[in-house]
């Protein structure tokens, strides 16, 4: 009995620590709510709205927005466009930081106290890419990062589509909270894509700091109009080819090494891939697009899926308070 006893103590001293912890976590100010509403267009080009309701338990001056314009998937970099950044009805400031555009709501003259809304705007291209050598478009987003220093209590997304789309199934999505999970069987709340012209996401549970949620989607590869120069352009840095160049002495060296040679193919497959008009990639319906074996979707050429299986897909960003 006496065993029993302290295992309920024990029990009940562990909830407790992490109740303190978590409070912890939102004792300056937490998010109640984040609402986004994106408009993706047909070139790829999305304009987001992002609506952070903050609750602040002590005096606060604003927040810091962080929005990456890079990120990485395996030995690749990519560059991220991101233009028109306004946030209504606040006083703002941008830098760049550490290869991120941070936006700075704040007031010198003014400390806020309980609930303040703040909606942020900004156009972001190159979140939508083409894998016309593998019959597809993929939107890869991470909605929430994990640099948010504070909980976010409910998430609603609404993407909405520059045309009508009635072709999805759960197979051509990819979403996470943890990396663990992946399928919207799995998902701890919804996805409802029903409406043909938008795809809504709601998370109606505590998303706590460090924790994010990250979304993939895949289309009919000419769903989109894609400037492919311009995609093409976006991919700004190979760290394998860079390595090897400082490294290795002679060609002949780096001609032998089948890592290098790896990268260096998949490197001008991705490039090729991209600059190669729509109608020589094939597939150029949405029928023979849908009879494309599903099996091989989200493969290697996925940036989602490389983030499972062979290196993280970083397109990070969080807030701060201050």
């Known amino acids: 009995m006496r065993r029993i006893l302290k295992i309920c103590l024990l029990l009940?001293?562990?909830?407790?620590?992490?109740?303190?912890?978590?409070?912890?976590?939102?004792?300056?100010?937490?998010?109640?709510?984040?609402?986004?509403?994106?408009?993706?267009?047909?070139?790829?080009?999305?304009?987001?709205?992002?609506?952070?309701?903050?609750?602040?338990?002590?005096?606060?001056?604003?927040?810091?927005?962080?929005i990456p314009l890079n990120y990485t998937v395996e030995d690749t970099d990519f560059h991220?466009?991101?233009?028109?950044?306004?946030?209504?009805?606040?006083?703002?400031?941008?830098?760049?930081?550490?290869?991120?555009?941070?936006?700075?709501?704040?007031?010198?003259?003014?400390e806020i106290l309980w609930e303040k809304k703040y909606p942020i705007f900004y156009s972001v291209y190159w979140l939508v890419r083409n894998f016309s050598w593998l019959w597809y478009s993929e939107?890869?987003?991470?909605?929430?990062?994990?640099?948010?220093?504070?909980?976010?209590?409910?998430?609603?997304?609404?993407?909405n589509l520059p045309k009508f789309y009635n072709w999805f199934t759960e197979e051509d999505f990819l979403i996470t909270t943890d990396w663990n999970t992946t399928s919207v069987k799995e998902f701890d709340w919804s996805v409802d894509?029903?409406?043909?012209?938008?795809?809504?996401?709601?998370?109606?549970?505590?998303l706590d700091m460090w924790e994010w949620i990250t979304l993939a989607i895949k289309f009919?590869?000419?769903?989109?109009?894609?400037?492919?120069?311009?995609?093409?352009?976006?991919?700004?840095?190979?760290?394998?080819?860079?390595?090897?160049?400082s490294n290795t002495s002679s060609l002949s060296d780096m001609l032998s090494d089948s890592d290098f040679?790896?990268?260096?193919?998949?490197?001008?497959?991705?490039?090729?891939?991209?600059?190669?008009?729509?109608?020589?990639?094939g597939g150029g319906s949405y029928s023979s697009w849908w009879s494309y074996s599903r099996s091989s979707w989200f493969s290697s050429g996925s940036s989602f899926s490389w983030?499972?299986?062979?290196?993280?897909?970083?397109?990070?960003g969080g807030s701060k308070s201050w």
Request: charged fraction near 25%.
């Open 12 to 66: 009940v001293w562990s909830v407790s620590c992490l109740s303190i912890l978590n409070f912890a976590h939102a004792s300056d100010y937490e998010y109640t709510n984040l609402d986004i509403y994106a408009d993706v267009k047909i070139d790829g080009t999305i304009d987001v709205n992002e609506t952070f309701t903050a609750d602040f338990n002590v005096r606060k001056h604003g927040i810091i927005r962080s």
């Open 80 to 110: 991220i466009d991101l233009d028109y950044v306004r946030v209504d009805w606040n006083k703002f400031s941008t830098y760049t930081e550490d290869g991120s555009l941070n936006i700075k709501i704040w007031d010198p003259d003014v």
């Open 139 to 159: 939107l890869y987003w991470n909605l929430v990062w994990y640099d948010f220093d504070t909980n976010i209590n409910k998430i609603r997304a609404e993407i």
């Open 193 to 206: 894509w029903s409406w043909w012209d938008k795809i809504v996401i709601t998370y109606n549970k505590r």
């Open 220 to 245: 009919p590869k000419d769903f989109f109009e894609f400037d492919h120069d311009k995609q093409a352009s976006l991919l700004w840095y190979v760290k394998g080819w860079s390595n090897y160049v």
């Open 261 to 281: 040679m790896s990268t260096i193919l998949t490197f001008v497959i991705f490039l090729i891939g991209m600059l190669l008009p729509d109608k020589w990639g």
């Open 307 to 316: 983030g499972f299986s062979r290196g993280w897909g970083w397109w990070w």
